[in-house]
Nanobody, 123 residues
Framework: QVQLVESGGGLVQAGGSLRLSCAAS????????MGWYRRAPGKQRELIAT???????NYANSVKGRFTISRGNAKNTVYLQMNSLKPEDTAVYYC?????????????????WGQGTQVTVSS
């Protein structure tokens, strides 16, 4: 089993920055892909960034060039640096992980989820 705990959310003005952290514990050696989803009010979950154990990254078009996903030195922490935040980035952000090495956007294929952290961007 793997446990994921997010932190770093909060309230920020448009144009500002936040960094989210996701700390993984448990059987982390089994994890090959970690990602960040978000769910805005009234919308479906959206995969915004993934990173593999080899360091390969992918981003949704909506955040490309503004958000950066990275791993800590210990490899069991994943970060999401969010710059140039917009009001439409307001959402609950979730960390997710899966054991398969195949990157997918399908939420149900991620076995492990954090509890979520709220990000609110004011205009």
């Amino acid at each position: 089993q793997v446990q994921l705990v997010e932190s770093g959310g909060g309230l920020v003005q448009a144009g500002g920055s936040l960094r989210l952290s996701c700390a993984a514990s448990g059987s982390t050696v089994s994890i090959n892909v970690m990602g960040w989803y978000r769910r805005a009010p009234g919308k479906q979950r959206e995969l915004i960034a993934t990173i593999t154990t080899s360091g390969s990254t992918n981003y949704a078009n909506s955040v490309k060039g503004r958000f950066t996903i990275s791993r800590g030195n210990a490899k069991n922490t994943v970060y999401l640096q969010m710059n140039s935040l917009k009001p439409e980035d307001t959402a609950v952000y979730y960390c997710a992980a899966r054991e398969s090495a195949i990157v997918t956007t399908i939420p149900n294929l991620y076995a492990y989820w954090g509890q979520g952290t709220q990000v609110t961007v004011s205009s």
